[in-house]
T-cell receptor, first 114, second 116 residues
Framework: DTAVSQTPKYLVTQMGNDKSIKCEQN?????MYWYKQDSKKFLKIMFS???????INETVPNRFSPKSPDKAHLNLHINSLELGDSAVYFC?????????????FGQGTRLTVV | AQTVTQSQPEMSVQEAETVTLSCTYD???????LFWYKQPPSRQMILVIR??????QNATENRFSVNFQKAAKSFSLKISDSQLGDTAMYFC?????????????FGQGTTLQVKP
């Protein structure tokens, strides 16, 4: 059983399109995250949710909108895709957002905007 | 703001030998956690080891150990008896211990090649 699963794993789309990446965790964790890994492999947090409530919203264009229908799901919707949005997007979850617990990552979604 | 710096973009080591990856960080917090994550070619992020700042004892996990120098804000990873499966990108990460946001701040990463 996959603990944190993202779909799709690969996504190729044209500029200007709207797309969504889905994330589900079956670990019963309260906290979920989206991270972006750019072409230089640099990882940076985008959003964090705790029990469906947004607690971190880093400096991200408002074309990116996270949605958490329940605490097991955190989806990422991206409007008007741009070339610079090409990256690998990782979903992660942790029991309670505390450092003494482990964050589990999904396998990543490689988004390519052409 | 906290920052994490990994000054070695690439390293290589012969199989069965020992290698040390460097990491320094900057923070004014007293309560925090430090992590090393491994990202193999499969892209999966895997936690290697964790260190609580309030613990003086260095964390160890089998062949992996850290050298945590709190005053110097240094957190290096030592891999003993390197194996081919250790080939991966390694990320050092910082988490503030207060606020419970779970936000990880990553370094730039070090690509490690283990040679047969």
């Amino acid at each position: 059983d996959t603990a944190v699963s993202q779909t799709p794993k690969y996504l190729v789309t044209q500029m200007g399109n709207d797309k969504s990446i889905k994330c589900e965790q079956n670990l019963g964790h309260d906290t979920m995250y989206w991270y972006k890994q750019d072409s230089k492999k640099f990882l940076k947090i985008m959003f964090s949710y705790n029990n469906k409530e947004l607690i971190i919203n880093e400096t991200v264009p408002n074309r990116f909108s996270p949605k958490s229908p329940d605490k097991a799901h955190l989806n990422l919707h991206i409007n008007s895709l741009e070339l610079g949005d090409s990256a690998v997007y990782f979903c992660a979850s942790s029991p309670n957002g505390m450092g003494n617990t482990e964050a589990f990552f999904g396998q990543g979604t490689r988004l390519t905007v052409v | 703001a906290q920052t994490v710096t990994q000054s070695q973009p690439e390293m290589s080591v012969q199989e069965a030998e020992t290698v040390t990856l460097s990491c320094t960080y900057d923070t004014s917090e007293s309560n925090y956690y430090l992590f090393w994550y491994k990202q193999p070619p499969s892209r999966q992020m895997i936690l290697v080891i964790r260190q609580e700042a309030y613990k003086q004892q260095n964390a160890t996990e089998n062949r992996f150990s850290v050298n945590f120098q709190k005053a110097a804000k240094s957190f290096s990873l030592k891999i003993s008896d390197s194996q081919l499966g250790d080939t991966a990108m390694y990320f050092c990460a910082f988490m503030n211990g207060s606020g419970n946001t779970g936000k990880l701040i990553f370094g730039q990463g070090t690509t490690l090649q283990v040679k047969p």
